[in-house]
């Protein structure tokens, strides 16, 4: 019973709060006009319609839905696109970390050797000549300078 009343009291509510009140009109012995929700005992009283609801607008209320639904959707739009540019641009601060790393290894291998061995591509070993090898330690200062900050 208790669950019943529970779950009409809201519509109770509900739909009489659209119910307008009955208004009464009349003058007094003075002639003053007066306005009431309750009309006089001994009087003669007219009584007022209360006035008529606000028009709903269908097309109105639907053509703000859609403007809400648009926004929400650019708003996701633009929501999706900065993560993918904050995505894109952490990738590419992690490649230049590792490009700095690289550049500072190859600069420390060329400076703290006396003579440096690379393989080729074809896999054969061979010793660096000097001039090649300062041409590689410039590289790397270059790439240094690019990628580290």
């Known amino acids: 019973m208790k669950s019943l009343l529970r779950a009409l009291l809201p519509l109770t509510l509900l739909f009489s709060a659209g119910l307008p009140a009955a208004m009464y ?5 003075n002639g003053q006009t007066h306005y009431s929700q309750h009309p006089p005992p001994d009087r003669e009283y007219e009584a007022l319609a209360p006035p008529p609801p606000p028009a709903s607008d269908a097309g109105q209320a639907q053509q703000k839905l859609e403007q809400l639904l648009q926004r929400q ?9 900065a993560e993918q ?7 590419q601060a992690e490649q230049r970390r590792q490009a700095c790393e690289a ?3 190859n600069l420390r291998v060329l400076t703290t050797t006396g003579r440096a061995r690379i393989t080729g591509p074809d896999g054969v070993a061979r010793y660096l000549p000097e001039e090649e090898r300062q041409a590689k330690i410039a590289e790397a ?3 240094i300078e690019e990628y580290c900050d």
């Open 25 to 29: 009109k009349w003058v007094d012995e």
């Open 73 to 81: 959707d650019e708003q996701r739009q633009a929501r999706e696109q």
């Open 85 to 91: 540019e904050a995505a894109a641009a952490e990738q």
């Open 103 to 105: 550049a500072r290894h």
């Open 141 to 143: 200062q270059k790439q």
